[in-house]
């Protein structure tokens, strides 16, 4: 019987497949190896709706001949077909026009030490449990008084193995595992007007999830809240963030320093290098090697080393995020930010990162503004990075002399994303749980589109 990939036999693999392509041509190559395994289950009013069940395993390889590159990928992941795959990615290489910033990493700038970032839980959820859990959190959410219907509870578990081999010696092996579980409930009244809310949670390991009652109840209560939303009048005014939509601005914010955009010259940070964008106060920080961390990782994947950064301090902007590609570009050294799938070419991409929280506590920060909005969720892609404008559709609540007076919608609200990075302040609940985190912020001086 052939060899057959799995995790214990990967590296040797794909060591193969790489030797093979450049004996047949090629100057330098490296391939990738991801199996995913999950089980995602959907309940509806304490019934089972939905049980998907997902096995699937791709290769790709990368091959260069001189400055010219061609990646190929395959759901065949056995050896018998490795050399179709060579034949096909050799042929297509030969074709494409040079690209002088292409190529994997020099031998010297390996990483040497690769970290253990505790991403892998041996458990085995089962598929009772699953449907357990689901069923408990839309019970609970359903058993609080005024919620009148269900979109559903999912709960989900998956696990997968990574191979990573380059012909310049880099090998790396892993397994990682994730779950998920979330509701969405209506409140109200088809009369009155209804609305409708959710809550999740997201871990590596299945023991830190949050408790299904736990997130049943609070998007029960966040349903609740919004009933009887009102309209304001337009103007502008300082609105504050809570830390599930204020994690949206932080996104922003990392998508504006990415090396690709950088290189584009497609982002508003382009010249911004060593400038201070945020207040002095501001401090954002980078934690690839966070145990247990939902975007941990023990180096890039190009076999870059990855550490502890912060891009932002004291205000400054300190860094892109650079693959290999985007720091040849630019003629910087790669920041170890690279990411890749099986059929495209690596991409900077960040691991674990958080806005350092700050001194007042989020109702410190409400009970100083006469007027202003509070927001809880946003809609649309309302951003341009070339110009750093940035317009959202929102739901929330309005703040009338320091409380939260009435929820509102039907509410937009824009501003520059420059201008807002200068003007945000944080409080001090900041909650490391979703990989991209944030305290509850505050910007001053949004404009708002009401009636």
Known sequence: ?????????????????????????????????????????????GKLEKLNDSNEEQLGLRVFIGKKQSIVSSSDCSPKAFKEI??????????????????????????DKIPDVDTFDKRVVSTE??????ITCEDTALSVKGIINSEGASASWGKSNISLVASNGFKRSYQSSGGSLS????????????????????????????????????????????????????????????????????GNFITAINGNLITKDTSFLRDKMGEKIFNKEICILEDPHKKRGLRSKSCDSEGIENKKRKLIEAGVLNTWL??????????????????????????????????????????????????GLYVTDTFGQGVNYITGNYS??????WIDNGEIAFPVNEI????????????????????????????????????????
Request: with cysteine; proline share 5%.
């Open 183 to 250: 509701v969405s409930v209506l409140s109200g009244q088809n009369k009155s007007g209804m609305e409708v809310d959710y809550d999740y949670s997201t871990s590596v390991y299945w023991e830190d999830l949050k408790d299904p009652k736990a997130i049943g109840k609070s998007a029960a209560l966040r349903a609740k809240k919004r009933l009887g939303a009102r309209k304001i009048k337009s103007g502008k005014f300082p609105v504050i963030y809570e830390p599930r939509v204020a994690r949206g601005i932080l």
């Open 129 to 134: 449990e699953l449907i357990n859990s689901a």
């Open 412 to 451: 937009t609200i824009a501003g520059n994303l420059e201008e807002m990075f200068k003007n945000l302040i944080p409080a001090n609940d900041l909650e490391l749980s979703y990989g991209i985190d944030s305290p509850t912020i505050i910007i001053e001086g949004m404009s708002i589109a009401g009636s």
């Open 322 to 371: 650079l693959d290999l590609y985007s720091s040849r570009k630019l003629n910087l050294k790669p920041t170890g930010h690279a990411s890749r799938g099986v059929a495209s070419q690596p991409s900077p991409s960040v691991t674990n990162v958080y806005l350092d929280k700050g001194t007042l506590t989020p109702t410190e920060l409400i009970s100083e503004i006469k007027s």
């Open 1 to 45: 019987m052939g060899k057959f990939i799995n995790i214990n036999n990967s590296e040797e693999l794909l060591s193969d497949l790489i030797s093979d392509a450049l004996n047949q041509g090629a100057d330098s190559a490296d391939a990738v190896w991801v199996k995913n395994t999950s089980t995602t289950t959907t309940c509806r009013m």
């Open 86 to 111: 060579i034949k096909k990615s050799l042929m297509m290489a030969k074709t494409l026009p040079e690209d002088p910033y292409v190529g994997i990493a020099d031998k010297n700038d390996l990483v």
């Open 392 to 397: 959202k559709g929102i739901a929330g609540f």
